[in-house]
């Protein structure tokens, strides 16, 4: 127990999933990420928080934006970053993952950031390992950092995100980025709506705390901002979709039916975005509307505050400790 009884420690050895974060939470990492976000607009960028430490970015998936920002974020921070992706990885000549994870922690890293396609991917890194891990995206289950980075990129232009209404347009059954989404913006007390043709939303869409649409006029009614998802075009080809272009017209957003939401509605896009498919290039090219671009700049600075929370934990903790505190959690 702590000296200070109202002192609060981030408790989280990992950052897996959106489940488990509480406000309190979420408030620390919103903090940090201001500060960071601050200091990134100036020359000198860099801190030393994470100085003698090590980051393993280990993607088995394609990635621009997340890759990107965790390799920034953890050189501003003074790591050292490593970067791994599948296509270079002994992977290819038939060692399994559980191999894998076991030679990469051999080497003493204190930080993972795994983006893999199979859910589950991250906590199997995790587990295995013992150290320090953040999901950055594992199949269709969770990208808990695009979720925090996004409610960041809205908390700093309304305040806060309770009470707004927020529509998730799209290929919800295949989106880790919806599914964070939606578990995020309700802890955080906001209205969501999703959207979008019956073939490309879960079964269980009524259990999620959500509202549910087909028609986007319908959905876009009264909202505050709509994000809108990447059409997975390899959906098109097993019957999921009848074709791109039927998509586009009735689920693709530009200026026209962005006139049923509210006047001032802004629009999100996780990328990378398939332009005049789910979005007009027009719309996401609006400077006025479209928070595309600030999603990405606010991914470094919410990167940069999970990264040192988790870091917090890093130097100080065993392996065995590690997965002690694990079972203990469990
Ligand atoms: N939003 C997102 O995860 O983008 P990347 O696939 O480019 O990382």
Redesign the pocket.
């Known amino acids: 127990m702590s000296a200070d009884p109202y002192a609060y420690t981030f408790p989280h050895s990992d950052l897996l999933s959106v489940g488990g974060l509480n406000p309190i939470d979420l408030q620390m990492i919103f903090t940090r990420a201001e500060e960071h976000f601050a200091r990134n607009q100036g020359e000198d960028k860099k801190l030393g928080t994470l100085k003698g430490l090590t980051q393993i970015n280990l993607f088995f998936e394609?990635?621009?934006?997340?890759?990107a920002s965790f390799e920034l974020a953890g050189k501003r921070l003074g790591a050292d970053v490593v970067n791994f992706s599948a296509g270079n990885a002994s992977i290819k000549k038939g060692e399994s993952l559980a191999d894998t994870a076991l030679t990469l922690a051999a080497m003493k890293p204190d930080l993972l950031v795994v983006r893999h396609g199979s859910a589950g991917a991250a906590r199997f890194f995790a587990q295995t390992t013992g150290i320090a891990t953040v999901n950055a995206?594992d199949g269709a289950h969770e990208?808990p950092t695009?979720a925090l980075l996004d409610s960041f990129t809205l908390i700093q232009r309304w305040g806060d995100v309770a009470g707004r209404r927020i529509a998730i347009v799209g290929d919800i059954l295949h989106s880790r980025?919806a599914r964070s989404n939606i578990a995020l913006l309700n802890l955080m007390h906001a209205e969501v709506r999703v959207c979008g043709p019956a073939t490309l939303l879960p079964g269980d869409i009524d259990q999620w705390g959500v509202s549910v649409f087909h028609d986007l006029d319908q959905a876009l009614e009264g909202c505050d901002a709509v994000m809108t998802l990447r059409i997975q075009r390899e959906r098109m080809s097993n019957g999921l979709l009848a074709s791109e272009r039927e998509y586009g017209a009735l689920y693709g957003l530009n200026h026209q039916r962005l006139e049923h939401a509210k006047p001032d509605c802004l629009i999100m896009h996780?990328?990378?975005m398939n332009r005049n498919v789910e979005i007009s290039s027009a719309l996401a090219d609006d400077p006025d509307i479209s928070l595309i671009l600030d999603q990405v700049e606010s991914g470094v600075a919410v990167r940069m505050a999970i990264l040192e929370l988790l870091a917090q934990k890093a130097p100080s903790m065993t392996w065995q400790d590690r997965v002690n505190y694990r079972e203990g959690d469990a």
Do not use: I
């Open positions: 394609a990635s621009t934006r997340t890759l995206g990208h695009q980025v996780p990328g990378p």
